[in-house]
């Protein structure tokens, strides 16, 4: 994909500031708000079951994380995805921790099962449980494993019939045909929690302003990655590195993304 398709969508996000129905945990939900924000979208939180279906109905997309579970905000997820499917909106699911519990996986796999899922989005030990491989996740971290990442992701693509977007050091973004790897990033991206969730929100954006969800996550992959980079490169720890993050994302442009993107089409390597 080219850099001037990144560019045409980022512009797109902008211009159309998609309404995005969040439901996500606690843990990550302020930072998910703003982030959504600076890249230009509008965020809606909202689980209560009197209307989720129609904040849904009206969203440009509609994401899932699954990051602090109940029984209320499973109902809650069925609910708006369920009315998102039917008014033909995007949905996202960031499987946070799925590698951890059974109840957590099995809420997954049931959501799956239930909603059309345009974009799953987690990290290497969440992709890996979903794959039925055997990975050391930790908690909602990716822990360690063996297994080939793309080639895992490929095979959650094409069994659920969706975009996976696998983040790490590398990203890997993949409908199970085709396959792009992101190498920007920074390695103080893992010290900011909710990092992933935010990423998460951000596919929704740009799944929100085009029907290609390969092409949306590739795009969102690729400015999250780098917005986190340029942000490093400016700051010394975990603290300013948030806030230089909602910076980044906000003053992304088009001469840093001809610059500085690192991506690769991999497919069939
Ligand atoms: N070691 C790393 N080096 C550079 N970038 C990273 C690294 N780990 C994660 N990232 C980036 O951090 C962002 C959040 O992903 P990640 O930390 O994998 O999610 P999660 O919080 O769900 O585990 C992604 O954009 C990814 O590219
Ligand atoms: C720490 C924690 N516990 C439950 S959800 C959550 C946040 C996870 O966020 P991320 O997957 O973005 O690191
Ligand atoms: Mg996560």
Redesign the pocket.
């Known amino acids: 994909m080219e850099n001037q398709r990144l560019i045409e969508l980022m512009d797109e996000v902008r211009k159309r500031k998609p309404l995005l129905h969040v439901i996500t945990n606690r843990v990550a939900i302020n930072d998910s708000a703003n982030g959504a924000l600076a890249v230009g979208a509008s965020p809606i939180m909202a689980e209560a079951h009197e209307e989720v279906a129609e904040i849904a109905a009206i969203s440009g997309a509609l994401e899932l994380n699954i990051g602090n579970l109940t029984p209320y905000s499973i109902e809650s997820m069925r609910l708006s995805g369920r009315a998102a499917n039917k008014a033909g909106v995007p949905i996202v699911l960031?499987p946070?921790g799925a590698g951890a519990t059974d109840f957590r996986l099995q809420t997954v796999q049931k959501l799956l099962e239930e909603l059309d899922v345009a974009i799953i989005r987690?990290?290497a030990g969440?992709i890996a449980a979903l794959a039925g491989e055997k990975w050391a996740a930790k908690g909602?971290?990716?822990g360690d494993g063996n297994g080939d990442v793309t080639e895992m992701a490929n095979r959650v693509a094409l069994s659920w019939n969706t975009v996976v977007a696998v983040?790490?050091?590398v990203?890997t973004i993949t409908d199970g045909r085709r396959t792009y790897h992101?190498k920007?990033?920074?390695?103080l991206?893992?010290y900011m929690?909710?990092?992933?969730?935010l990423?998460g929100v951000i596919q929704a954006a740009y799944a929100a302003v085009t029907s290609n969800a390969l092409e949306a996550s590739f795009a969102a992959?690729t400015i999250?990655?780098l917005a986190?980079q340029l942000a490093g490169e400016k700051c010394a720890g975990p603290g300013s590195f948030r806030q230089h993050l909602m910076d980044e994302l906000y003053l992304m442009n088009e001469e840093k993304i001809q610059r500085y993107a690192a991506v690769e089409d991999v497919t069939g390597l």
């Open positions: 960031d946070v987690g990290n969440e909602v971290d990716a983040s790490g050091a990203d992101v920007n990033g920074h390695p991206f893992p929690t909710g990092s992933g969730c990423n992959s999250y990655a986190g």
